[in-house]
C-alpha cells in the first residue's frame, strides 16, 4: 500500500518570481517529494491552476497605502531610527485626483498611527477583499484542492493578500517567504502566515523585532533562490559572445553604471554625466583605459538617458535584455557583473549582486546641479534598510563628490580589493551563505512542518 504524498500548493506573483524557484531546483524537489500544485498565471511545466482575475477596486488600493503609511509613523514613534516614513513620501504623484488621494492619506494615517489604530485597518481591508470575486474564487480553489500547506512566495502583493485570507478562510496553514532583504522595515508586509522563511538570522530577528505578533519559532532562515547559481557561472555568456552581442569595445577596465527605478534616480542621468567626465579626463592621461557598461533599470522605458549615451558613445556601452537577444535577462545581468570591475549605483540592491560576484561597489552620496526638487540624496540612505550597512563598517563606499572617482579609477589600476572584504561581511550578514544552499534549505523547512 502506497503512502499518500501530502499536497502542497504554491502560489507566484510573476515570471522573476516563479524563475527564482525553478532555476534553483526548488520546484524540482518539491515536485519530487511531494503532490505538488503551481498557483501562477504564466508558463510552467508542472501541473498548474491559473490565477482568478484580480478585481480589487479604489477602496482596497486607498486601504493599502493607509496602513502602510500608518505602520510606518508607528515605526518612527517606537523605534531608535525615525525615518521609515521616507518610504512613503508621495513627492512624485501626478494629477489633481491623486496628489488629493494621497495627501489625504498622509492627514488620515495620523489617527491611525497605533498598534490598535493599524490593525483596526487591516481589518476593514481584509473586509473588503473578502468582498471580491478573487477573495471566493481563491476559496473555491483551496477548498477544492485541499493542501496540506499553502506556500507564497511574497508577503506584499495583492495577489497574496487574497490568497492568504482564502485560505485562513478555509483554515489551511501557510508558509511566506519574504520576497527581498529590504522589505522587513517597510510596513508593506500584507500576508499573516504560519510560517515565514526569510534570507538570513539578520532578517528573523528583524521580523520578530518589527511584528511581535510573529513567533521565532515560526521564521526559518533558508537564503532566496535568486542568487543560487552565483558560484557557479552557469549563467555565464562567453566574453567573445556577450562583447559582440552588445557591441562593447576593449578596454583595460570596465565600470558598471546600473540605474535605478526613476524614484530614487531622479539625478542620475547628472551622476552618470559625471562619471563619463572623469573617466575621458582619465583615458587623456593614462594608459590603463576605462570603459562605461550602461545597465539601465529593466522595468523602466523611460528615455531620461537617451541625450548623455548619444553624447558619449565611444565611453559608453547600453548592455539591457530585450526580446531579440539570444541570452536570458538573467544572463545578461550575471555577465555584465562578471565582465566589469567595479559597480556604480544610487543606493541599489545591484551593490550586493556585485559582492557576489567579487566586484567593489560604490555608492553616489552627493548633490548634483540642478537636482530634482523631488529628490533627496541624503535621504536615501537615511532608509532603514542601509543601517546594516552601517552596522558592517560601512560596508559599501560612498564617493561624496565627484573628484573622487579618481580614487575609484586608483583603486582599479592598482588592483586593490579591500573593499570587497567589507562588502562580504555584509553579505554573509544579508543572505544565508552558501547562497547555492536554498532549494535543501527550504525542503528541510517543509520537513519540519508539514
Not at 498548474?48 to 486601504?63: A, R, T
Not at 522563511?197 to 532562515?221: G, R
Not at 555584509?426 to 552558501?434: F, L, M, S, T
Request: aromatic share 14%.
Amino acid at each position: 500500500m502506497s503512502i499518500r504524498k501530502k499536497k502542497l500548493l504554491i502560489v507566484f506573483v510573476n515570471k522573476s518570481n516563479y524563475d527564482n524557484y525553478e532555476n534553483s531546483g526548488t520546484l524540482k524537489l518539491l515536485d519530487e517529494k511531494y503532490d505538488l500544485k503551481i498557483w501562477y498565471d504564466g508558463e510552467t511545466n508542472y501541473a498548474s491552476i491559473q490565477l482568478p482575475y484580480l478585481d480589487f477596486n479604489g477602496k482596497i488600493e486607498y486601504l493599502k497605502y493607509l496602513r502602510e503609511k500608518a505602520s510606518l509613523k508607528y515605526f518612527d514613534s517606537i523605534k531608535k531610527q525615525n525615518t521609515h516614513t521616507f518610504y512613503r513620501r508621495f513627492k512624485r504623484v501626478k494629477g489633481f485626483k491623486n496628489i488629493l488621494k494621497f495627501k489625504s492619506i498622509i492627514f488620515f494615517s495620523n489617527f491611525f498611527k497605533s498598534q490598535k489604530g493599524i490593525l483596526l485597518l487591516e481589518k476593514n481591508l481584509n473586509n473588503f477583499v473578502e468582498k471580491t470575486n478573487f477573495f471566493k474564487k481563491s476559496t473555491d480553489v483551496l477548498k477544492e484542492e485541499n493542501p496540506d500547506l499553502l506556500l507564497i512566495t511574497h508577503q506584499s502583493t495583492s495577489i497574496t493578500l487574497g490568497v492568504s485570507l482564502a485560505a485562513k478562510k478555509t483554515n489551511l496553514p501557510v508558509l511566506t517567504s519574504i520576497h527581498s532583504w529590504d522589505n522587513i522595515v517597510k510596513g508593506n508586509k500584507l500576508v499573516d502566515a504560519d510560517y515565514y522563511v526569510v534570507w538570513s538570522d539578520y532578517m528573523k530577528n528583524e521580523l520578530v523585532d518589527y511584528y511581535p505578533i510573529v513567533k521565532k519559532e515560526t521564521v526559518f532562515t533558508t537564503g532566496t533562490p535568486q542568487f543560487h547559481d552565483y558560484n557557479s557561472n552557469q549563467k555565464l555568456i562567453n566574453r567573445e559572445g556577450f562583447f559582440k552581442e552588445f557591441k562593447i569595445p576593449e578596454a583595460k577596465f570596465y565600470i558598471c553604471f546600473s540605474a535605478n527605478f526613476k524614484a530614487i534616480g531622479q539625478d542620475e542621468p547628472q551622476y552618470l554625466e559625471d562619471l563619463i567626465l572623469e573617466v575621458q579626463k582619465h583615458n587623456t592621461s593614462s594608459k590603463e583605459n576605462i570603459h562605461i557598461i550602461f545597465r539601465p533599470h529593466p522595468t523602466e522605458k523611460s528615455k531620461r538617458f537617451d541625450k548623455v549615451l548619444a553624447e558619449n558613445k565611444n565611453d559608453i556601452t547600453k548592455v539591457i535584455h530585450h526580446k531579440n537577444n539570444q541570452f536570458s535577462a538573467s544572463q545578461v545581468l550575471f555577465s555584465t557583473i562578471y565582465y566589469t570591475n567595479a559597480m556604480i549605483n544610487v543606493g541599489s540592491t545591484m551593490g550586493l549582486d556585485a559582492t557576489l560576484l567579487n566586484k567593489p561597489a560604490f555608492y553616489l552620496d552627493y548633490t548634483v546641479k540642478n537636482s530634482s526638487p523631488l529628490f533627496s540624496i541624503e535621504e536615501i540612505y537615511k532608509l532603514v534598510h542601509f543601517k546594516s550597512l552601517k552596522e558592517c563598517n560601512n560596508a559599501i563606499y560612498h564617493i561624496k563628490s565627484k573628484s573622487e572617482f579618481t580614487g575609484v579609477f586608483k583603486m582599479l589600476v592598482e588592483g586593490n580589493n579591500a573593499a570587497i572584504i567589507k562588502q562580504k561581511i555584509w553579505a554573509e550578514a544579508i543572505v544565508k551563505h552558501p547562497v547555492e544552499g536554498f532549494a535543501e534549505n527550504y525542503m528541510n523547512v517543509l520537513n519540519k512542518v508539514i
